[in-house]
């Protein structure tokens, strides 16, 4: 089987949502977990995804484990490459999106990096290089004060301009409108014109479409999931048709563990009201009480059950911004981090089976805790985010949700669907 697609995320839950895009168009997936072992056995597919977590490390150490799975999926023939980033393109002002962009394009010998993290299945969309979340730009939005990549700029042309030395262009809806040739030709000027990098606009699936059957196989492609369907729909006709092997999928105790302050999740939260039993986690007692993690681990453990216990750190950004003020922003993250690793390995081994998650950091923090290196993709939820199976013999079904994404009962509605 023919590897047609290799695929690097930077994050856990970018990772899981692509790979259930490439699913859904038709191809077969797996998905291991960090950087992978050079005798990881894997099985065949039409397409891997590595998912890294390296969005806000330092960019030094994010080009150096792409590159880490670069090589990976390389060695394993891999024949186009993609980086996928989040949706609503949030980076640290340093980066990674553009230094790891650079260094993947550099790689492989890439003339053009085409761009854009439009996903209209989740209403984010690019018109005139700017982002928008539903009616909004992105600046408009809680991404503005997102305690770890706060965006506050909606121009992609600008915010990927300030992450890299090279030029970056625009590939404008009008273009788009005129059809495959008009978008194949403006590409060609553009890479002409040095443009290393080129932003496109998309408000529809349609011109995903159009992008994904532009890119030339020599290429990088960097997005959302969107852009990733793009390219798989482009490339469908070689895919082998192979079906995931079929696994048993664990069923309870259940445990959802939320560490996203993003205002979907913090909604989400509120829309499941009294329905389970709820413990929030204050960063401020988790840095002065030893004892806090180990309190909270013991009150969810009495609870264990029929019904899902829930454990959240997420909370309004006047309590983030209190945390961090106190604390430091990295040292607020951390806290939290820590602490959700440790309640997941405690109630892991305390007998617990079906995870529900929120958050790209703290998905990331748990999958490493629970030892996880590869997943299966199982039902969807919500657009882009399905169950996952551990398919490394790890006893695991995971629901890992970027903060962004689910509508309100998503909580509710992923026992609901789980396998």
Request: glycine content about 10%; hydrophobic content about 50%.
């Amino acid at each position: 089987m023919t590897l047609l697609i290799g695929c690097i995320a930077d994050d856990l839950t970018g990772a899981t949502d692509v790979a259930v895009t490439f699913s859904r168009e038709g191809l077969s997936v797996i998905q291991v977990n960090g950087v992978p072992d050079a005798a990881l056995a894997t099985g065949s597919a039409d397409a891997i995804v590595v998912a890294l977590k390296s969005r806000t490390i330092p960019a030094a150490d994010a080009v150096a484990q792409s590159l880490a799975a670069l090589e990976w999926l390389r060695a394993r023939g891999a024949q186009r490459h993609y980086f996928k980033v989040c949706s609503t393109f949030d980076s640290t002002p340093a980066g990674n999106i553009g230094p790891v962009a650079d260094a993947l394009a550099a790689a492989i010998g890439a003339p053009m990096n085409l761009v854009t993290p439009a996903y209209p299945r989740n209403a984010r969309t690019v018109y005139q290089g700017h982002l928008f979340v539903g009616e909004a730009l992105l600046s408009d939005t809680g991404m503005r004060t997102h305690p770890l990549t706060p965006m506050t700029d909606s121009n992609l042309v600008r915010v990927l301009g300030s992450q890299t030395p090279h030029r970056v262009g625009l590939l404008p809806h009008a273009v788009l409108a005129r059809g495959g040739e008009a978008v194949e030709a403006r590409l060609a000027e553009l890479l002409a014109e040095g443009c290393r990098h080129v932003i496109a606009d998309a408000i529809d699936d349609e011109a995903l479409e159009l992008l994904g059957a532009a890119l030339l196989p020599d290429w990088l492609a960097t997005g959302g999931a969107g852009l990733a369907a793009g390219l798989a729909a482009s490339v469908r006709g070689e895919a082998s048709g192979a079906e995931a092997t079929a696994l048993d999928w664990p069923r309870g105790p259940d445990v959802i563990l939320a560490g996203s302050c993003s205002t979907a999740t913090l909604g989400q939260l509120a829309a499941l009201g009294d329905a389970v039993p709820r413990r929030q986690l204050d960063p401020l007692l988790l840095a002065r009480d030893p004892g806090a993690v180990q309190a909270a681990i013991d009150w969810a453990k009495q609870r264990l059950g029929t019904t899902p216990v829930l454990l959240s750190a997420s909370a309004p950004p006047d309590q983030v911004a209190a945390a961090q003020g106190a604390l430091g922003r990295e040292r607020a993250a951390q806290v939290v981090e820590d602490a959700l690793r440790a309640i997941a390995i405690a109630l892991a081994t305390a007998g617990a089976r079906r995870f529900v998650v929120a958050g790209g950091e703290t998905s990331g923090a748990v999958v490493e805790a629970l030892g996880v290196r590869a997943l299966a993709i199982g039902p969807e939820i919500a657009p882009g985010v399905p169950w996952t199976r551990a398919a490394d013999g790890k006893p695991y079904a995971l629901a890992l949700k970027s903060g962004n994404f689910g509508g309100p009962d998503f909580f509710s509605r992923a026992f609901e669907v789980a396998p």
